[in-house]
C-alpha cells in the first residue's frame, strides 16, 4: 500500500499537524519508503495468532474507591495542575474561542 | 585535585582515625572512580560527598563542549552531599551524584523530552524512578540531552542540537553521535560527567548509546521500572535502566531504581532482588543461545568476531554455549516501526497548546488551528513522521492490515524467545551492527532505523537486555556486547556481563579534546 499527497494532507489533518505543500510533498516519499518495507510483514502467516495485548502476563489492578486515596494524584490541585498552562485565567485553562 | 593540608582531616578526626599515609591524603580524581568505588570510599571517610559532588560539577561546567547536560543543577548534587554528609542520608546512592536523562520529570527542574513542544516544561513532581534514587540518597548533576521524545539513534534529533561522544576515530576529529535516544546519558558516564547516569530504552536507547561509547547499560524487564513520570514515548515498550562504567555500578543503580508502584497500571508487583550481592561471574551450568538469525549482511567483520570472542569469554567462565532460533528476528524491525510510532501519535495527542509547553496561535485561528499550529511549530522532523506513521496505522480500513497485524508478529517474537529460553538461560549477541558514526552521516530514516536490529527484538518481547564493552574496533571505537535474559532474570543477565567485563578487561577511556 502507498499513499498519495491527498492521504498525506488527510494523514497530517487527523494529526492536527499543519503542513506547507512542499512538506506534504517532501513526506510522501519518506512515507511510502517506510510503508514498503513495513509491508515484508505481510510474509508472516498469522492466520492462527493472537495479538498480543500484554508483553509480560500481569493483572490490572483497581484502585481502593476512596477520594484522595493517593494524595499526590489526587484532587484539590488546581495551582498545581494551571502552573505550566500556556494561558490560564480565572482557575481554568483559557482557549481560543470555540463557540461563535 | 588535592585536598588542603592546612583543612586536616576533620572527618577522620571526627570519628576519631588518624590521618592517612603520607602520599595518599591526596583526593584522587573522584570522577574516574565507579559508583562502587566512590561508596566504598564514603564509607571509608576516604573523602566526602561534598569533594565528590564539587568534582563532578566542575567537570560537568568544563564539558560543556559535549552538549550532554541540557540543565546543570549543582546546588542540587551539593545539597545530596551535605545530606550524606552530615548523616542525614544513608541509603544504598547517599552522597552519589547522578545526570537524569530530560525524559523523566524531575519537580521544578526543566523536564522537556528534548523537544521545543516541552520547553520551560517544569514538573509539579518528580517521576518515581528518581523519586527512588532521591530516596536512596542520590543527588543530581543536571538533565542529560536526548534525540526529541527518544525518538532516534543518534541523538541528532534533539531540539537542543546533537550530543557529541567524547570518542574520535583515531587521527581524526569528526565528531561522532554518542548513539541515542539517551545519548547524553552515555557521552556524561564515558566523559566522567557523572559516575552513572539514568536512560530509557524503548527499542534500543540504553543499550546502543552505551555500546557506542564503551559503557554498561541495562534495561530490565518491562514493568520493574515504574513509568510513572517518564514522558511516554511507546508505552508498552518503554522503560528505564541505569547506565554505568561497570556492571557491578549497573546492579547497583537498578536496585535502587526498580520497585512496584500502583501509579503505573504495567508496574510488576515483584519484589526488588538484591542484584549486586547476588553478582557471580561463574556460569558453571549456564547455557548460552546464540542465535543464529544474528549473522546478518552487511555487519562488519569486526563485529562478528568480538561476538565470537564474547562465546569464548562466556565459555571460559563455565557456560556452555548453544545454537538456537529465533525464527522471526527480520519482522521485529518492521513491527516495531508500526507498534512504536502507533503508540506514540496516541501518546503525543496530548501536545496540544492548552496544559502545558508550547502554544501557537495563528491570528484570528480557532481551536483547530491552534492545535495544528503549535504541533507543527513544536514537533521536530522526526517527530512529525513517526506521529503520521502511528495515525496512518492506526486510522480506519488500516488498523487491521497494519496495527493488528504488527501485534501478532509481536506475539509470535515472544514466542520465538518463550522456546529458545527452553533451551538456554541467557542469549548473547552484538549490541549494534557498527560502532559510532559521524553526526550528519546518516540521513536516510530507514538505515538509522537498522541500528537497533539487534537491540529492538528483546523490547519487543519485554525481556531484560544489556550492553558490555567488549573491544574496540580499528579506529579505535568501543563495540558492545548484547545479553538477553528470560523474564525477571537480569541476575543472569549481570553475571554473563559481569564474566565478559572481567575478561574483556576494557579499560580505553576517550581521550579529552573538550
Redesign the interface.
Same mark, same amino acid.
Given at each position: +500500500?502507498s499513499?498519495t499527497i491527498e492521504?498525506?494532507r488527510h494523514?497530517?489533518k *487527523?494529526? $492536527?499537524?499543519? +503542513?506547507s505543500d512542499e512538506e506534504l510533498a517532501r &513526506?510522501e516519499p #519518506? *512515507?511510502n519508503?517506510? &510503508?514498503g518495507?513495513?509491508e515484508?510483514?505481510? #510474509? !508472516?502467516d498469522?492466520s492462527s !495468532? #493472537?495479538? +498480543?495485548?500484554?508483553?509480560?502476563a500481569?493483572k *490490572? $489492578?483497581l $484502585?481502593d474507591d476512596v477520594i484522595d486515596a493517593?494524595p499526590?494524584?489526587g484532587g484539590g490541585?488546581r495551582d498545581?495542575?494551571l502552573?505550566?498552562?500556556?494561558?490560564a485565567q480565572h482557575g481554568f485553562?483559557a482557549?481560543?474561542?470555540?463557540i461563535e | 585535585m588535592a585536598r588542603s593540608v592546612e583543612g586536616g582531616f576533620p572527618l577522620r578526626q571526627a570519628v576519631g582515625l588518624p590521618p592517612p599515609p603520607e602520599g595518599e591524603w591526596e583526593v584522587s580524581e573522584l570522577t574516574t572512580k565507579t559508583i562502587a568505588a566512590l561508596r566504598d570510599g564514603l564509607r571509608e571517610r576516604d573523602f566526602t560527598a561534598r569533594e565528590i559532588a564539587e568534582q563532578f560539577n566542575a567537570a560537568v561546567a568544563g564539558a560543556r563542549a559535549l552538549n550532554a547536560y541540557t540543565v546543570e543543577t549543582p546546588e542540587d548534587a551539593l545539597a545530596c552531599a551535605e545530606a550524606a554528609d552530615s548523616g542525614k542520608a544513608s541509603g544504598s546512592l547517599a552522597g552519589i551524584p547522578l545526570g537524569i536523562k530530560d525524559l523523566f520529570a524531575t519537580r521544578g527542574v526543566d523536564s522537556t523530552a528534548g523537544s521545543h513542544i516541552l520547553k520551560g516544561f517544569k514538573p509539579e513532581y518528580e517521576s518515581t524512578v528518581t523519586a527512588n534514587l532521591r530516596k536512596a540518597g542520590a543527588g543530581m548533576l543536571g538533565k542529560l540531552n536526548m534525540d526529541e521524545f527518544a525518538m532516534g539513534s543518534s541523538n541528532e534529533t534533539s531540539a537542543y542540537g546533537p550530543v557529541l561522544s567524547p570518542w574520535r576515530r583515531q587521527g581524526s576529529n569528526v565528531g561522532l553521535t554518542p548513539g541515542g535516544s539517551s545519548g547524553g546519558s552515555a557521552a556524561a558516564v564515558a566523559a566522567g560527567i557523572a559516575p552513572g547516569a539514568t536512560g530509557t530504552d524503548t527499542g534500543g536507547s540504553i543499550r546502543q548509546p552505551a555500546a557506542f561509547v564503551g559503557i554498561c547499560g541495562i534495561k530490565p524487564t518491562y514493568g520493574r521500572c515504574s513509568r510513572w513520570g517518564v514522558v511516554a514515548f511507546a508505552s508498552s515498550l518503554d522503560q528505564a535502566g541505569p547506565m554505568a562504567r561497570t556492571v557491578r555500578d549497573c546492579a547497583i543503580l537498578l536496585e535502587a531504581m526498580t520497585g512496584f508502584d500502583p501509579r503505573d497500571s504495567t508496574s510488576l508487583d515483584v519484589p526488588v532482588p538484591q542484584w549486586e550481592a547476588g553478582l557471580s561471574s561463574n556460569l558453571k551450568g549456564k547455557r548460552v543461545g546464540i542465535p543464529k538469525e544474528y549473522r546478518i549482511d552487511g555487519v562488519p567483520a569486526e563485529i562478528n568476531a568480538l561476538w565470537d570472542q564474547g562465546i569464548a569469554w562466556l565459555k571460559d567462565a563455565g557456560a556452555t554455549p548453544v545454537e538456537i532460533s529465533l525464527p522471526h528476528t527480520k519482522y521485529a524491525l518492521p513491527t516495531y516501526y508500526i507498534i512504536a510510532p502507533a503508540e506514540a501519535s496516541s501518546n503525543l495527542a496530548r501536545y496540544d497548546g492548552v496544559r502545558y509547553g508550547l502554544r501557537e496561535t495563528p491570528d484570528g485561528g480557532n481551536l483547530d488551528a491552534m492545535y495544528s499550529a503549535t504541533r507543527a511549530a513544536g514537533f521536530g522532523s522526526e517527530v512529525v513522521r513517526r506521529i503520521m506513521i502511528g495515525t496512518y496505522v492506526l486510522s480506519a480500513g488500516f488498523y487491521d492490515a497494519y496495527f493488528t497485524k504488527a501485534q501478532k508478529v509481536r506475539a509470535l517474537i515472544k514466542q520465538d524467545f518463550r522456546n529458545a529460553f527452553e533451551q538456554c538461560d541467557v542469549i548473547l549477541t552484538p549490541t549494534a551492527p557498527s560502532a559510532a558514526f559521524g553526526i550528519g552521516e546518516t540521513t536516510d530514516p530507514l538505515a538509522m532505523y537498522l541500528n537497533d536490529v539487534f537491540a529492538v527484538p528483546a523490547s519487543l518481547a519485554g525481556l531484560p537486555a544489556m550492553s558490555v564493552p567488549g573491544g574496540l574496533d580499528a579506529q579505535g571505537l568501543p563495540l558492545g556486547l548484547h545479553l538477553i535474559g528470560n523474564e525477571l532474570d537480569e541476575q543472569t543477565v549481570l553475571n554473563a556481563g559481569l564474566a565478559i567485563e572481567e575478561r574483556a578487561g576494557f579499560t580505553a577511556r576517550p581521550e579529552k579534546w573538550w
Open positions: +500500500m499513499v492521504q498525506v494523514i497530517a *487527523l494529526a $492536527r499537524i499543519a +503542513m &513526506l #519518506e *512515507l519508503n517506510i &510503508l518495507w513495513i515484508q510483514l505481510g #510474509e !508472516v498469522t !495468532v #493472537e495479538p +498480543m495485548t500484554a508483553v509480560i500481569n *490490572l $489492578r $484502585r493517593d499526590l494524584t490541585k498545581a495542575v502552573a505550566n498552562a500556556p494561558d485553562f482557549v481560543p474561542k470555540v | -
